[in-house]
């Protein structure tokens, strides 16, 4: 064999080398959205369907917010020392005008914080996934960030000023404990009053936040990643292409990564895994994964300023994861704990009421796909319980495009399906008869209550099915808010 052909030999054998190492790692995406934009979106986050959002840092502390407002944003808030500037004026008849906001931050003590008591609680609400603050606009790290403390030129993590603590490590250890939940981060891409930002915003991308991003992420392999504080550069300026192919290719979690839309001004809805809504309706179909993000109140991080009445009952909590849900997104419901480290019993009873909705009808929720329609109104009689809950149901599909028909509408059924079955879900117990319109049933299909043993008996009327319900009250009933009637067979044609 001949000098040329043994270097074409070493060069086929090193080229089918390369070739079988890349088939095992998977794809290599370049750093332009065009390559980015294919990768898809792990099959974990489709199925989730329910997650828990962790507001939790130095906003904690002073923990106020003016009325329907987020209180996370205290510093940026009351940085306005105007006179009738709310928030300032709170701040300077509570803590002083020389008190600054850095002086929380040793107040912010988390004593009373028990990661293994909140992954509990987390766990028995049924959600699938967490996503806690690394960081917010105010740049405090939960982690020990070097990058932080540098870049501000104080001690500026929780392990370095306040708990003195890996807050985000131990959630993270604690979580990964429970079995089928996964665990990642938000993480703001901007910092207020970064020095670095102030001065450079270009150079604050690359210098600061491209290590500290590469840090929190090589420490504790999230599963998913929620970007924000985008808005201010478009995503060339932030490098997010650069930064996105490094966690797709290289990172240790670059085959399960979940990341939303939100790396530079003009990037929503347009490039991620999946798209956010955010206190809105979310969206219209699963043409892309999408999901909606909210707190059970007006606001993300724990506000003292809030009562019952701005809370999110449990009902409505339920029946909006199944509006969404049936119209093929995710809910990503927030809790905001307290600067000690409790998370707020009002909130511990809501996620406690969500699982045990979930533990009953979770067969419709996760794992299922849009349905081809998100949901119907049945007619007939208004419901027993009486017209403010009538009201209050119209009030919520109004909030997403759906009005009752004829002025007869009186349930809303939501819809979503698996490969097998169909499930029609009834805000509100339906009564002694549920129709649903075009509805296509096989033959030999089955239609049960899920929660109640046994076939229930229905009857096919053209394009609808009329079922017979049981007659359950009180403690027979399998659940509250919300009940899932499973249809084995059933699909919903084309509208």
């Known amino acids: 064999m001949g000098r040329t052909q043994r270097v074409l030999v070493w060069a086929l054998a090193m080229f089918g080398t390369a070739a079988a190492t890349m088939a095992a790692d998977g794809p290599r995406y370049e750093a332009r959205w065009e390559s980015l934009d294919k990768r898809p979106t792990p099959q974990w986050f489709l199925d989730a369907k329910f997650g828990i959002f962790i507001h939790w840092g130095v906003y904690s502390v002073p923990s106020w917010g003016a009325p329907k407002t987020y209180s996370e944003w205290y510093w940026n808030n009351m940085a306005d020392k105007k006179p009738g500037n709310v928030w300032w004026e709170f701040h300077k008849k509570n803590f002083g005008e020389s008190f600054e906001y850095k002086d929380f931050a040793p107040r912010f003590k988390a004593e009373l914080y028990n990661p293994d008591q909140w992954a509990d609680i987390l766990y028995r609400s049924g959600a699938k996934y967490v996503v806690p603050t690394s960081k917010h606009h105010d740049g405090y790290a939960v982690w020990p960030s070097a990058e932080a403390s540098k870049a501000w030129g104080r001690p500026w993590n929780s392990v370095e000023v306040g708990p003195h603590r890996d807050l985000l490590g131990e959630l993270v250890e604690a979580v990964r404990k429970k079995e089928g939940m996964r665990i990642g981060f938000y993480f703001s891409l901007y910092e207020w009053f970064n020095p670095l930002w102030l001065s450079d915003r270009r150079r604050y991308a690359v210098e600061h936040m491209h290590p500290q991003f590469k840090d929190v992420v090589s420490r504790y392999r999230p599963s998913i990643i929620f970007s924000d504080g985008e808005w201010e550069m478009p995503s060339s300026d932030w490098k997010s292409e650069e930064l996105l192919a490094w966690l797709f290719n ?9 990341v939303n839309d939100r790396w530079g001004k003009e990037t929503r809805h347009h490039h991620g895994s999946y798209y956010t809504t955010e206190y809105g309706a979310g969206m219209a179909d699963d043409a892309h994964a999408w999901e909606e993000n909210r707190g059970m109140g007006y606001s993300y991080g724990f506000n003292r300023a809030e009562n019952i009445d701005d809370y999110q009952t449990p009902r409505e909590l339920v029946l909006m994861l199944c509006d969404l849900v049936s119209r093929g997104g995710n809910l990503l419901l927030d809790i905001g704990p307290t600067s000690d480290g409790r998370i707020p019993v009002v909130m511990q009873d809501r996620l406690i009421e969500m699982g045990k909705w979930l533990k009953v009808n979770g067969e419709a929720i996760y794992g299922t796909r849009f349905a081809g329609r998100p949901c119907q109104w049945t007619e007939g009689e ?24 004829n002025g007869k509408a009186v349930k809303q059924v939501f819809f979503t399906k698996k490969p097998d079955a169909l499930y029609a879900i009834t805000a509100g117990w339906p009564g002694s008869r549920l129709v649903l319109r075009d509805v296509k049933l096989a033959p030999g299909g089955r239609i049960s209550l899920l929660g109640v043993p046994g076939d229930l008996k229905y009857e096919v009327k053209g394009r609808d099915v009329a079922i017979e319900v049981p007659s359950l009250d009180g403690d027979a009933l399998p659940c509250q808010h919300a009940y899932t009637f499973k249809i084995t067979g059933g699909t919903l044609p084309p509208e």
């Open 250 to 258: 290289d990172s240790p979690c670059k085959d399960e990564v979940v």
């Open 382 to 405: 208004r419901p027993k319980q009486g017209y403010k809950e009538y009201q209050q149901e119209y009030n919520l599909m109004a909030q997403v495009g759906q009005k009752p028909r």
